[in-house]
């Protein structure tokens, strides 16, 4: 279903009036799913570098309702994985997923059998059920560096963009795997990572797809993504290469007793190869709190994007392969058949006994919002690109709204992933609204948030060392503590415009778990740190994140 294709329970006379009313909440926007599909244009929302000198002071967003949704599950139509496309959209449904991506594994069986099996069964469960909104998606070996999340709208070629694109740009088919510093094929193989994002963009551009955005996964789970190829990725079309994980799928992996005793969440359990970039510590290996380093270490590499003034969105996902505690196998083969010749692997088998895993279902603990204001695919897709996403872990928070704008201004301002033009000098505020968790989560706790912190960092423009992960200006200004806090309240934290364009950002935990930032206390007080090996019960230690607001200042 597109926004075009309104289903019939969707009511198209309701007014903008009445939807303000109704707070553009997440259930009453489902409950009119559709609603400005007819007049729904989609634009390009890449974000600029620094503020358009003809743009007018300060700046209003629409009201939102954020979507929950994971963009990266697996299923039979991935070689390494278990469960039936069935029991994954079953899963999402039963957590309250409204949007997920079905992100199978490059290979050559996928490419030649699976890919189109897999679409069959997509378009089915999306006539079934339209409130549930299905990607067909695909895990790229990136050229020279990891994994990828590729996914389209869905029309008429989604399937084709991408087994297109799979045969002719993944890594491991093509034996473009070699990164390394010394590696003779090394400046080729990233060469065609940038090639293979520009022909995505030059596909949207075309109308052959309608959109296809592009995700890193896992960035620092090996060490093999550098900052340069990020910046490179990211350069190379910003429309389509979008932003990376923030925290990584398998968040189960080090429940005690679980998987042993050097299990991390996330199974970031690897040390330095040759393939890694050898300018990141050995703790760049590790999670935070079950977030990438990247993303943890305020004035890290995340910040060090941000810094340049342009926006790279996080996300988190389960990247589910076999749920913990679960207890089924996978079936076997046929004579003859493996997933070359097939493209799929043999139904599961229920065992009555607990199998191994890593992974919670999808929405059980790791959750994408994406704020939109219709319901449908390209809204999703249209939210992501432009940054309205925060994530949470363990289902701590029901709501998150951010808005900034300048104390002279009635409207609402601009919130995540847009950007306000202030004077310097200049008072805004900072506007955030937390939902508090109002029912128990899968594992049978009432998470209470303790704390929110907020994270601002000085605007520089683009590095001269694309290799940098620093962004030496970033730093924790404030935390408020909110323990004890139920119900719906805004907190109000005023903000001043100095010399320089800036950007905010948020952060919030449970506060089981947290301590001196990596790079130190007077940056980061008391942040993220890593568990014990073999000992990070995931459920203890949850947070939330915010994409960043960008505030760009003009002379007064």
Known sequence: MTEQQLPSWADPGVS???????????????????????????????TPAFAASGRGLGGEDPRLAYLVGDHHVHSVYSHDAKYTFSQQAQAAAKYGLDWMVFNEHSNFGHAHYGARMEHAEILKARSENPRQLIFQGLEWYIPAAEHCTVFAAPGPHETDLLTQFELAYDGKLLGYTDGSATGTDTARNEAHAVAAIKWLAEQRRSGYVDDVLVLANHPLRLGIDSPHEMRNWRDAAPEIMIGMEGAPGAQGAAIPSLRGATSIRGEYENKPSAQSWAGYPADAYLTYGGFDWATATVGGLWDA????????????????????????????????????????LPDPVNTDTP????????????????????????????GLRAGRVWLDHGHLLDGLDVRVKRDCDAGRGVTLGGRLRVRKGERITLYVTVTTASRANPQGILPELAHVDVIRGAVRGPVTDRDT????????????????????????????AGDESFYVRLRGSDGNRHGAGYLGASVDPHGPIPHEPGNGDPWADTWFYSNPVFVDVVGG
């Not at 790791?366 to 249209?382: E, F, I, K, N, P």
């Open 469 to 496: 992960w620093k962004a030496p200006d970033t730093r924790v200004v404030q935390s408020r503590d909110v323990s004890g806090r139920k119900g719906t309240y805004t907190l109000r934290i005023p903000l001043t």
């Open 305 to 344: 994007m941000l810094a340049e003034g342009r926006l790279f969105t996080i996300t988190t996902n389960s990247d589910n392969h076999r749920t913990v505690f679960d207890t089924w196998k996978n079936g076997d083969w046929p004579a003859g058949q493996n997933f070359d010749n097939t493209g799929r």
């Open 16 to 46: 903008a009036a009445e939807l303000d009313a109704q707070g553009m909440s997440r259930r009453g926007l489902l409950r009119r799913a559709g609603l400005f599909g007819a007049a729904f244009a989609l634009g390009s929302v890449a």
């Open 355 to 382: 199998q191994p895993g890593s992974d919670f279902w999808p929405g059980e603990f790791s959750r994408t919002h994406v704020g939109v204001t219709r319901y449908g695919y390209r809204a999703v897709m249209v």
